[in-house]
Structures are given as structure tokens and as C-alpha cells.
């Protein structure tokens, strides 16, 4: 008997020898390009009889249910060919599991309704059943059952069995239960002897193992305990590629974009070969933290190691480049992309949105329905954030209606809230509030922060308090209700009132999460704090900022006091902007970089009017031209909060001085 056929079948009978034996059709089989050239081969079978073959009718099946080339996977037709086997072996009924249980969550019930079958049919399962089972489990958050096979297993004798553990333990991380998954790892990983167990064949380390580790740190990382995650990742004895990267996406995935680049210098340390999602999960920890310098490395990695820079690498490049402030080399890549696809056309219009470039936003997003595209809810959200930033009212209000009437598209509360921004922007508070209370889906906190920002920016209190206590009801920790409300009292000099806010804010344990700049200076990164004096070169930062201060003075500039909301003398109001983080960071980048080199600041909170009026003196005072780029986003603990909401959600502001000038809308 062939040695293959053995391998596949637990009986049945064999085609005449004097018809062709199935196994030379093989080949035809795996060159397969559609459905119909399958179906052909299926019928010759049928007409010699040969589908009686357990091996051949096998071979159809694993085509159908488990071909690496997914587009040729069809999981109805392998469930016809596999109800027509005469005799269903042990082999048929992992395909046929293994197929639905690698498609969607309602194929990944079928899968399990299929072991059921497979136990009535008092067929065993094996070592390659579990895995597959396991993975349609934690697809689907069947923990009762998935916890029913974990017992299956352990009868059969299983408990010893690489793969089987791990896919338990991806089981149990994927349905959140952590508890059980540490219990299942370090018994059967840490509790066993390390030397003997972990080491085989030369000092080679098992890849089963790895993935327990791998699946173990994605596990910490899902519930956002990076520092598990980490101390586990420094335990492993040997790394494979998939662990950097885990740890890379997870500090992303938990807003710990500094921490990401870090852990991904310490890769390169290590001369490891980066791979494809290396530089998809890297490439967003370095957009927000500003660091060019590394992403144009990453790119030209990308292109001389020949990576193929599809639409998700090509879009992770284009908001790369966007935002470190270099939106020309963002068109670039986007227009060198042999394909485009709405993921590209969406990055590139975020592109200008966060540049401020609402005009080629929208004209971006008329060359995307040009090519055929349609805009997708993603594309919708960078379209509108354009217009907001813009002021294009009626524009934002035109292609808002356009997504529901014209495309079909529900709209998320990211849409809502780009309207409520737009409108707030606008200086439409009214209308913006209305907008709100007449949406079908209830606001969240991101929605009343657009309006309260809107409220400060045009000075209405009234309203700001009103939407400030709702903010305080729905997130009572939450310091940015408390903060803003405190700064609209401190702009009117009612600092009894501010007084009060701190008091709340005191007594409730609500800590204001500190205003940080961040500059990346030749690959290395250097964070401040506001009157930060922790820095190796503190001394020279400080006596910079002071000739900074005098030639401003010189030059007849005075700052804007009213941006400091304490009750201060004159005097130390003038000190206390002095030494804000972003202007700290500014003069660490002028003593550190030659004349005309660009700076770019990275910052956590918005940028003042003082800071921005303060920065375009400072160049026009020929100090050094250089370029500051600076990035407005929320705090690293709010990116914490808002991790799981969309990335649009995070909006960012890219504001450029160069040659002394700096050219700001009043919609900033």
C-alpha cells in the first residue's frame, strides 16, 4: 500500500488497479486557480469511482477546507465532499474542523458542532483536533466548552503536548481568563526543569514553547499590564521574531509609544532580521512620538531588504511621514503605491487633515470616488476632522449627510463627534449642543470634551460649567472636566472659583496629568517636564532659554501672561512661561543640532497661544531657522483610556514654523 495513503485512511476500498490511482492527480490539484477547475477534477473522481478512495476524497477535501491561498478556500464545498465520504477517518474530521475553525466566528461554530458530530461518530480525536478546537473556542468566547476540551484532553493524555498547551493558553487569554491561563503556563512552562525542558537538539528551543511565551505576553498586553508583559519577555531564554513584535504592538496598542520604539532599538541590538509586521507594528509608536529620523530609516529598510510596502504598510508609512510633519514625503509613498485601496486613500486624507490642508483633503477624497473607491466610515472621519480644523461648516455638514444618504453609512459616535467638533470650532455652540442631544446614540465622554474645549475656546462659561458637571457625573477621575473648567474661571480672574475646582480636585484625589515634550536627537529620545532641570545638560538648556528670553525682550517681544492661569504676580507669570516643556525641549534641540537642522517637538497637550507667539518671535530673532513641528494630542494616560476607540479619535494638530513665521487658523 502507498505509504501516503496509509497515512490518510482507516479503511475502505481501493480503486481498480487498472485505473489511474488518484495520487497523480495531486498535482493537478494543488494547481488549482478557481472552484471550477477543482470541480472538474472532483468529477473525474466521481465518474472512476475513485471518491470511494478514502486518500483522494481527502486530498479534494484539504484543497477546499485548508489551502494556504484563502480565496480558494470554500467551505461548502468541502462540507459536501466531506458528508459523501464513505468512511470519515480521523485525518477528514481535523480538515474539515481545522477549515471552519480558521474562517469567521459563525463558521467557528460550526466547528465545534462538527466535534460534537466526530464524538457520536465514536471517531477519537488527537493531537491535531485540540489545536484547531481550541482556536474556534477563543474565536468565539465558548469557555465552557473550550474548558470540557481541555479536560478531553488531559484524559487522553495530552498534558504534555507543546501545541495543545499553548492553544489552551491562547484559549484562556483570548476569553480573559488570565488567572487560568497563568496556572496552565507556569505549570507546565516555569514549574518544569528549565534545563531539560527548554532545551533540545543543540540548544535549540522548541518553537512550541516559544508560542506559549509569545501567547502569554499578548495575554498581559490585552489587559494592558505592560510591566508583566515585559518581566515575562525578559525571563525568555531565547526570543523568536514574534515575541519583539508582540511587545512592540502591545506598548502601542496601551499608548506606550516610547517604551515600543525602545524595546525595538533593543531588536536591532540584537542584528535580528525585522520582519514585515516588525515594521507595520513599529512604524505607529514612531508617528507619535515624532522621531523622522527612524521611520526614514524603516522605510529604507523596507526597500532595500525588498518588503512589500502593501496598502497597510503603505498606509502606516503615509502616517508616518504625516505626522513628523512631512506631508510631501506622505504623497510620495502614497502615490508610488501600485495599488490603492480605501485603507491608502483614508491615511492620505488624514495626511492633510491634520495638516491642516482641508482643500487637499477633499480633493483627495474626490480622486478616491474617481477611482472607484468608496469612502469607507475611516475615510469619513479624516474627511470631517479636515473640515473641522478648517471651519468648513457647511462643507462638514454636506459630506456628513452625503455618508448616510449617499454611501449608506451609519455613522459612529467618531462622526458625531467630529460634527460637534466642527460646529464648537465654529464657534456654534448652541447648535453644537443641540446636535448632541438630538443623536441616536448616547454621548460619550470624547463628544462633551469637544464641546467643553469649544466652550473654552470661545469663552463661554455658562455653557462650559453645564457641560463641564456632566463630564464630572460620567467620569468623575477623569482631571479634564476639572482642568478646563478651572482655566475658564482662571481667564476671567474669578479665582475663588478656581480655588474651589482645586479643592474638589484635592479632596477627590484628581491629579492634573502633567504638560510633557518630547525631541528625538540623533535616534535618542529626551522627555521633558514643565521646570524640568533633570537633564544631563540642564545647565546649558537653562542658560539657552535665558538667551532666548533677552533677545526676545531685545526684540520688543512680551508674553502673553494671560495664559498663565494661577493668581501670580506679573513677574512670576513671566517665569512661569519661561519654562514650560515644550520650550525647554526647544532649546535642548538648538544647542544640540547644527544651524538649519529642522526641530521637531513632540507634545502631549495643546500648545498655548503664549508658546506659539513665544516660538514664531524666537525665530524671527534669527536665534537658528529651524523648523518646529508640533504634535497636539491627548495625554499618555488618556491614550490609555481611549486605547480601544478608533486611532481618529487621538486627533492631532501639525503646526510648522519655519523661516520665522508661523501660520495659524483661528481654528487650531
Same mark, same amino acid.
Given at each position: ?305 525588498? @518588503?512589500?510596502? /502593501? =496598502? #497597510?504598510?503603505?498606509? %502606516? +508609512? ?6 513628523? $510633519?512631512? !506631508? *510631501? ?111 441616536? @446614540?448616547?454621548? /460619550? =465622554? #470624547?463628544?462633551?470634551? %469637544? +464641546? ?6 470661545? $469663552?463661554? !462659561? *455658562? ?206
Amino acid at each position: 500500500m502507498n505509504p501516503t495513503q496509509t497515512l490518510y485512511s482507516s479503511g475502505g476500498n481501493p480503486p481498480s488497479s487498472h485505473s489511474t490511482h488518484p495520487s497523480s492527480l495531486f498535482p493537478q490539484i494543488n494547481r488549482c486557480r478557481t472552484m471550477r477547475d477543482l470541480s472538474q477534477i472532483h468529477a473525474t473522481f466521481v465518474k472512476s469511482g475513485q471518491m470511494r478512495d478514502t486518500l483522494a476524497a481527502a486530498e479534494l477535501l484539504r484543497f477546499c477546507a485548508t489551502t494556504s491561498d484563502l480565496l480558494h478556500r470554500d467551505l461548502d464545498y468541502a462540507h459536501r465532499i466531506f458528508t459523501q465520504m464513505p468512511h470519515r477517518n480521523t485525518f477528514s474530521w481535523n480538515t474539515i474542523i481545522r477549515g471552519f475553525s480558521e474562517s469567521d466566528d459563525e463558521n467557528a461554530i460550526v466547528a465545534i458542532t462538527l466535534f460534537h458530530e466526530m464524538m457520536k461518530d465514536s471517531v477519537e480525536p488527537n493531537r491535531f483536533t485540540f489545536p484547531s478546537l481550541l482556536k474556534a473556542c477563543a474565536k468565539t468566547g465558548r469557555i465552557e466548552e473550550g474548558k470540557q476540551i481541555h479536560a478531553l484532553a488531559l484524559k487522553l493524555g495530552l498534558s504534555g503536548d507543546e501545541f495543545v498547551m499553548s492553544n489552551l493558553v491562547r484559549m484562556y487569554v483570548m476569553c480573559g481568563l488570565m488567572r487560568d491561563a497563568c496556572v496552565l503556563f507556569y505549570k507546565n512552562i516555569i514549574g518544569r526543569d528549565m534545563a531539560v525542558n527548554m532545551m533540545v537538539d543543540g540548544g535549540r528551543k522548541r518553537d512550541g514553547e516559544v508560542v506559549i511565551w509569545n501567547v502569554m505576553i499578548d495575554g498581559y498586553m490585552r489587559l494592558g499590564d505592560c510591566k508583566a508583559a515585559r518581566t515575562l519577555f525578559d525571563q525568555m531564554r531565547v526570543r523568536s521574531v514574534v515575541s519583539w513584535n508582540t511587545m512592540i504592538s502591545g506598548y502601542c496598542k496601551n499608548g506606550c509609544f516610547k517604551e515600543a520604539v525602545e524595546i525595538f532599538c533593543e531588536m536591532r541590538r540584537d542584528d535580528l532580521r525585522l520582519s514585515y509586521v516588525t515594521l507595520v507594528s513599529v512604524l505607529p509608536a514612531v508617528s507619535r512620538i515624532g522621531s523622522l529620523e527612524l521611520g526614514e530609516w524603516l522605510h529604507s529598510y523596507a526597500e532595500s531588504n525588498r @518588503v512589500e510596502i /502593501d =496598502d #497597510v504598510l503603505g498606509s %502606516a +508609512l503615509i502616517d508616518m511621514y504625516s505626522k513628523c $510633519g512631512v !506631508v *510631501e514625503r506622505a504623497v510620495e509613498v502614497f502615490e508610488r503605491l501600485p495599488r490603492k485601496n480605501v485603507i491608502t486613500w483614508s491615511a492620505m486624507i488624514n495626511g492633510f487633515a491634520i495638516h491642516g490642508l482641508a482643500g487637499d483633503a477633499i480633493d483627495c477624497f474626490c480622486r478616491m470616488r474617481e477611482a472607484g473607491v468608496k469612502p469607507s466610515d475611516v475615510a469619513y472621519i479624516n474627511l470631517l476632522t479636515a473640515c473641522s480644523h478648517a471651519g468648513l461648516v457647511e462643507e462638514g455638514r454636506k459630506y456628513f449627510s452625503q455618508m448616510v444618504n449617499v454611501d449608506g453609512l451609519d455613522p459612529r459616535i467618531e462622526h458625531y463627534g467630529c460634527m460637534v467638533d466642527l460646529l464648537g470650532r465654529s464657534g456654534l455652540l448652541e447648535e453644537a449642543e443641540q446636535f448632541i442631544h438630538n443623536m441616536p @446614540v448616547k454621548p /460619550d =465622554d #470624547v463628544i462633551w470634551k %469637544a +464641546l467643553l474645549g469649544a466652550c473654552r475656546m470661545h $469663552g463661554n !462659561v *455658562e455653557m462650559g460649567k453645564r457641560v463641564a458637571n456632566i463630564l464630572m457625573d460620567m467620569v468623575p477621575q477623569d482631571s479634564g472636566a476639572y482642568v478646563a473648567l478651572s482655566n475658564m474661571y482662571a481667564s476671567q480672574g474669578n479665582w475663588s472659583e478656581v480655588s474651589e475646582m482645586r479643592l474638589r480636585m484635592k479632596e477627590m484625589d484628581i491629579r492634573k496629568d502633567p504638560g510633557c515634550s518630547w525631541i528625538d536627537v540623533d535616534g535618542v529620545l529626551h522627555e521633558f517636564l514643565v521646570e524640568d532641570d533633570s537633564h544631563p545638560r540642564a545647565k546649558d538648556i537653562n542658560s539657552k532659554l535665558a538667551e532666548i528670553s533677552e533677545k526676545l525682550r531685545l526684540a520688543g517681544y512680551r508674553p502673553i501672561t494671560t495664559q498663565v492661569l494661577l493668581n501670580l504676580e506679573e513677574e512670576d507669570k513671566e517665569n512661569a512661561l519661561h519654562y514650560h516643556s515644550e520650550k525647554i525641549a526647544v532649546a535642548f534641540g538648538l544647542i544640540s543640532t547644527t544651524p538649519g537642522k529642522p526641530i521637531r517637538i513632540v507634545k502631549n497637550l495643546r500648545i498655548s497661544k503664549s508658546e506659539y507667539t513665544n516660538q514664531q518671535s524666537t525665530h524671527k530673532g534669527n536665534i537658528e531657522e529651524n523648523m518646529v513641528t508640533h504634535t497636539k494630542s491627548i495625554s499618555n494616560l488618556a491614550l490609555q483610556r481611549v486605547s480601544n476607540r478608533s486611532q481618529q479619535q487621538q486627533k492631532q494638530r501639525l503646526h510648522t514654523i519655519k523661516s520665522g513665521y508661523l501660520i495659524l487658523s483661528k481654528f487650531t
